[in-house]
């Protein structure tokens, strides 16, 4: 099946939607029979590889801001590891069995946002008191049991509209699927590309792991190649070498971003360079010279100037992000109509039900795409009772371990609802899910609350954005197992009990990793401590967000009014794209969402990383186009998860003494 454009419209014809239909059962035909989707040695696996993930994303996170999903590891080694017990065994193992060993990794690996962004950022506050992560451990556990649990739930609801009614590509999920379908398929050559598939992942991520502690003893060439610093550096031009050394524009070897730049569409890729080219490539240090901004990074507002380039086009950044993934929303929002309502009239139903009367029915004559057999469908009871127990505990544990006002968790919580629309949107189309311009917006909102203590008015602000960011992190990683359920034919409601479980053994790892780190690098938590071997971005933006918006620093003028501007032009470049622009031309017109993102993240490293390996696909399907499709979800796989586990090595190396190499050739002075 040919990969979708990241702007997929919805079928507009019936038969559309039959050829569509025959084909996905044409392709079950194909594969075996699996009386049993959910087992336990699917769960158990996956949830035991998403462990791995999770280790890889604290470290990711802490290091730049991200964090990547556990879809395909889960795929591909869950593939290798299954189907050699189902040989042994003379037991069944199919794709949908498969997908359920994924959804489990998904879950298993995605529970970190809070502990790279609002946790460390507490710390660093002095909002958590004098105490260390190890003496927080039960506050720090509760917590994670709700962020697990609460945005699962959440997201069951929407599958709806981003999967079935809006149908958007979820690029991930979508490779996640396609790659399950091509190690299944029968015959001798499909067993072959699995054992390559294997092969390609096992020597990406060792590739990746090895050159990443490569640069732990010899840093220098082996963490970047500075070429507008050494090019500056012999005509004597400062304003080169400044584009390196300050600004940040530089390749970096990062095979993580390498791998994502493997799988992102080209206009997202690119898009996401234009933003951060305007932002800390052209305007930023035009500003900057002139005297009105001060630095690239950071928030602070010294009173000769209006900050740095960071702090000015966060705030654009965010609206465009915000702004487009609202007017996605809009743009289908007869679909949406009738989800809602039917929701409503499920909810009805139930009460009805329990009342002994007979059950409502719809005379609208809308036609649902929906072709799952109502017995593999998630129960309207499983979701609303495990959202109410999950949104009370959530109120509580936050009420007497965090000391956040009930009405303001309550707040979040509703608001959590719309600003997962943005995650959901931003991810289905551009693989990238913005849980910090989530959070900023919760943090607008929460910036004043009735209360005299400033601590308390601080924490507020950050739990409820980390109530925001952690349930559009749950949202998605459920809505993209139901999009790969769905493109394989599997049940949601193995899923559903998949990501339960994989939810579980997220919860016994997320914290011990987390005071791992805390106590391998002490700067993480400290502000007093001027260097660091992570840069903590999202753990600095927090903070300093915070800090503003309770009254400890100011937004531009300027700032503000080209965020009306964009959002202006967010809307219209939707409003374009959806009612005028060809078919043909949607894969390429301009992604405004991934421009806001390149606003927001003051790394130009990282989409120039995404653009080499972007550009290194493309020469690979120029010279096979045939490989590439066999393996290069498991070389983007391998990549992402080689670094993750090198992190993990070199903080247990720190832990442990190990000194650092001090070779330093090829890095600016």
Request: aromatic share 12%; net charge neutral.
């Amino acid at each position: 099946m040919a990969e979708k454009s990241e702007y997929t419209d919805f079928p507009s014809e019936k038969a559309e939607c039959i050829s569509v239909e025959e084909e996905m059962e044409a392709e079950e035909e194909e594969f075996i029979h699996e009386e049993h989707q959910f087992t336990w040695r699917a769960v158990i696996i996956g949830s035991l590889l998403g462990c791995v993930v999770a280790a890889s994303n604290i470290y990711l996170g802490l290091k730049i801001g991200w964090t990547f999903g556990a879809a395909l590891w889960g795929s591909i080694f869950g593939f290798l590891i299954l189907s050699s017990i189902s040989k042994v065994t003379g037991s069944i193992f199919g794709p949908k069995e498969n997908a359920v060993c994924q959804a489990a990794a998904t879950s298993a690996g995605g529970l970190s946002s809070g502990f790279v962004t609002a946790i460390p950022a507490m710390y660093r506050m002095g909002l958590m008191g004098d105490s260390t992560p190890a003496q927080d451990f039960v506050p720090l556990l509760l917590w994670t049991i709700c962020s697990a649990f609460f945005g699962m739930f959440f997201a069951v609801p929407l599958r709806s509209h981003f999967v079935i009614n809006q149908n958007l590509v979820f690029p991930t999920p979508r490779a996640a699927a396609e790659t399950i379908k091509s190690l299944h398929r029968a015959g001798s050559a499909a067993a072959k590309d699995a054992r390559d598939s294997g092969r390609a992942m096992m020597a990406s991520f060792f590739s990746a792991m090895g050159f990443a502690l490569a640069g732990y003893f010899i840093p220098g060439i082996f963490e970047g190649i500075h070429v507008l610093y050494w090019i500056g550096n012999a005509a004597g031009s400062t304003a080169v070498m400044n584009a390196d050394k300050i600004w940040g524009w530089f390749f970096a070897w990062d095979f993580s971003f390498f791998g994502a730049g493997l799988m992102t569409p080209g206009s997202t890729v690119f898009s996401f360079c234009l933003g951060e080219l305007i932002a800390f490539g052209i305007a930023g240090p035009l500003m900057v010279d002139s005297g009105y901004l001060y630095g690239r990074g950071g928030f602070d507002y010294p009173p000769t100037s209006a900050g740095t380039a960071q702090s000015f086009f966060l705030w654009p950044g965010v609206a465009m992000m915000v702004v487009t993934a609202f007017a996605e929303v809009g743009a289908q929002a007869p679909a949406l109509y009738h989800g809602v309502k039917g929701g409503v009239m499920e909810i009805r139903n139930l009460i009805r039900k329990l009342s002994k009367k007979s059950a409502l029915v719809d005379h609208s004559g809308h036609v649902s795409k929906d072709t799952t057999p109502v017995h593999e469908l998630i129960p309207t009871t499983w979701w609303v009772s495990g959202l109410l127990l999950s949104g009370v505990m959530t109120v509580l544990v936050m009420y007497f371990n965090f000391n956040v006002p009930v009405y303001a968790t309550i707040g979040a919580i509703i608001l959590s609802f719309f600003l997962a629309f943005v995650g959901l949107q931003a991810s289905g189309e551009t693989d990238i899910n913005p849980t910090g311009a989530v959070a900023k917006v919760c943090q607008l909102v929460f910036s004043t609350i009735p209360n005299e203590d400033i601590k308390i008015v601080q924490k507020t602000n950050l739990m409820c954005a980390n109530i925001s960011a952690s349930v559009c992190s749950q949202s998605v990683d459920m809505v993209g197992d139901l999009k790969t359920a769905h493109l394989l034919n599997a049940s949601p409601r193995a899923m559903f009990w998949a990501q339960m479980i994989g939810s579980c053994f997220a919860i016994v790892v997320a914290v011990p990793l987390f005071i791992l780190y805390a106590k391998a690098y002490p700067c993480i938590l400290s502000e007093t401590t001027k260097t660091c071997q992570f840069d903590i971005p999202s753990v600095l933006a927090w903070a300093q967000v915070c800090r503003l918006l309770t009254g400890e620093g100011k937004i531009p003028e300027a700032s503000m009014i080209l965020t009306g501007v964009v959002m202006v032009l967010a809307l219209l470049n939707v409003v374009i794209r959806v009612k005028f622009v060809p078919a043909a031309w949607k894969p390429y017109w301009l992604n405004l969402n991934a421009v806001g993102l390149g606003f927001i993240a003051p790394s130009p490293a990282i989409p120039v990383a995404m653009a080499t390996g972007w550009i290194a696909g493309q020469i690979w399907i120029r010279v096979s186009k045939r490989t590439h499709e066999k393996l290069m979800y498991s070389v983007s796989a391998g990549f992402i998860a080689g670094i993750g586990i090198a992190g993990l090595i070199k903080a247990a190396m720190t832990i442990a003494g190990v000194e650092e190499g001090s070779v330093t050739f090829g890095k600016p002075k």
